[in-house]
């Protein structure tokens, strides 16, 4: 018969299924929630711009801007939201389709990871996949990122996924074609995706996190695991090669010395991008992305560092001795698969980023699904304890849900409005200036790439023109035939322009931040 298990305070009982489900549903309306604010940032309005143009031109290989060939990432990102803009029309919500159901596809992977762990061998449930799953979607790094049309939880979707059939592999205890083979094709599948996603970490991290398990696991893997990286590796090749070959067809070099050496190679080893931090850059940036489950993912690593330097034997999950699986005792240890495999997803983002030239904080994205395992790890063994444990992560996860939804409703459009210039182009347009051209002054507006595409001043290498004076504005007026044109330029510029006796310059709007003026010559 199955164990019971314990009903009173102190014992696990189990939350019921009706309470899962509607933190299910509430997870996907949470993260669908809000999805039509303004493009926030540089990337967004680009990326989405890129995106929009491909699908003007119906022409899904060839990434641009403004025209121009833009070979700075992969294509995925742009796929997914060629097909939204399909679905839905061209929007914020539409553009940032794609990487909210990236976000919930992590969680759903962490999940399958939770379910492939052996926790309780004596119980006839296992609630731990749950459990990670809520910390998992309430987590600030993956809550965040999945709302905004860019690429890091576009690579930490295929990466948790390959990883996910990975270790149902490395956990299956029989060799059966179900659980030998389907786990090992997806876990080849992802990683050929990934490639689409953000380009060569897409094979090297997946890659490089097997290696490193295996290392600290102290073991080789199987046969049939060397044999797969033959065909497996042919098969996420195959999946790359729809790009990347078509790509390499049409541009030759010049996309390989773009895309593999400069936004790769030299992005990597110099400082060409402009984003240079310390080395120790992630090492505080990781840990902030678990908010709020912060103190437990510290807990947590402080606990497998007193397991290994205490050389806790391998419990909680399935372990090989000489080839056969075997399930050790009830509670999940620090010494387990599922850990070893969330310190080797750790280590590998967070060493190889932590030596890039170039550190953003979306960088270490892909490694937030290791600090979760760990940290849920930490959570669960203390709700399986205490019942006021349970209500308060719940609670927090509630909070977090709830807050999120009031923020996006209350005090995120109004902090967004200052740094897009949506309602600044959409005011011009009221006024009737719905063709004329864009300028800037004194500024360079990546958010215009959208919202003013197609009609913004730029140079003969596709960037924005930088214009430091009412006589440049002059100039450009004078080279249009006299076309009244409309200029973004910081609040305090806009002196520069309706006190000088050359122009006629008409104030239309401003959003705290940039103003719009219609300018045209005396």
Do not use: C
Not at 239 to 247: D, E, N, R, S, V
Not at 410 to 439: Q, W
Request: charged share 15%.
């Amino acid at each position: 018969m199955p164990q019971k298990t314990k009903t009173g305070a102190d014992g696990p009982r189990e939350v019921p299924n009706f309470i899962w489900a509607m933190f299910a549903v509430l997870v996907v309306f949470v993260y669908f929630f809000g999805l039509t604010i303004p493009f926030v940032g540089p990337d967004e309005p680009r990326y989405a711009q890129v995106a929009r143009e491909m699908l003007q031109r119906a022409d899904w290989i060839t990434p641009t801007l403004g025209g121009l060939n833009w070979f700075e990432k992969p294509v995925l990102l742009y796929w997914l939201e060629i097909v939204s803009f399909k679905t839905f029309g061209v929007s914020e919500f539409a553009a940032r389709v794609g990487p909210a159901l990236f976000g919930l596809g992590t969680i759903a992977s962490l999940w399958i990871i939770g379910r492939s762990a052996t926790i309780h061998p004596q119980r006839t449930t296992n609630t731990y996949p749950n459990w990670l799953a809520l910390i998992a979607s309430t987590t600030l790094g993956i809550l965040v990122f999945a709302r905004g049309a860019s690429f890091d939880i576009i690579i930490t979707f295929p990466i948790t996924a390959a990883l996910a059939g990975f270790f149902i592999y490395d956990q299956a205890r029989n060799r059966a074609f179900k659980s030998k083979y389907l786990p090992l094709i997806a876990f080849y599948t992802f990683t050929g995706v990934a490639l689409l996603a953000k380009g060569l970490i897409g094979v090297l991290f997946p890659y490089g996190i097997v290696a490193v398990y295996y290392l600290i696991s102290r073991r080789l893997p199987r046969h049939d695991f060397w044999i797969s990286l033959v065909w497996g590796t042919a098969v996420s090749l195959a999946i790359a090669a729809l790009w990347y070959l078509p790509m390499y067809e049409r541009h030759g070099y010049g996309f390989i010395d773009e895309f593999i050496i400069q936004q790769h190679f030299q992005r990597f080893v110099s400082n060409k991008y402009q984003h240079p931090q310390p080395i120790y850059f992630f090492l505080w940036v990781l840990p902030l992305m678990t908010l709020p489950w912060l103190p437990f993912f510290i807990a947590s690593i402080v606990k497998v560092v007193k397991s290994v330097a205490s050389g806790e034997k391998a419990a909680g999950g399935t372990e090989e001795n000489n080839g056969a699986a075997t399930s050790s005792t009830s509670r999940l240890v620090y010494s387990s698969s599922l850990v070893r495999l969330a310190l080797a997803w750790l280590l590998i983002p967070l060493i190889f980023f932590s030596f890039s030239g170039s550190k953003l904080p979306g960088y270490i994205l892909p490694a937030v699904p290791a600090a979760v395992i760990l940290a849920s790890i930490y959570i669960y063994e203390l709700t399986e304890r205490n019942k006021a444990w349970r209500i308060a992560v719940i609670s927090t996860a509630a909070f977090i849900w709830i807050g999120t939804v009031v923020l996006l409703q209350t005090a995120v459009p109004t902090l967004v409005e200052e740094h897009s210039v949506k309602s600044l182009i959409a005011a011009a347009n009221r006024h009737g200036y719905v063709s004329n051209r864009v300028l800037t002054l004194h500024t360079v507006s990546f958010n215009a790439e959208f919202y003013a595409a197609g009609r913004l001043l730029k140079d003969e290498k596709g960037k924005q023109q930088w214009l430091s004076g009412a006589n440049e504005v002059e100039t450009v007026l004078k080279a249009g035939g006299g076309e009244p044109v409309l200029v973004l330029v910081p609040v305090q510029y806009v002196a520069q322009l309706t006190t000088d006796e050359k122009l006629r310059s008409q104030f239309l709007t401003d959003n705290g931040d940039l103003a719009i003026l219609a300018v045209s010559a005396r």
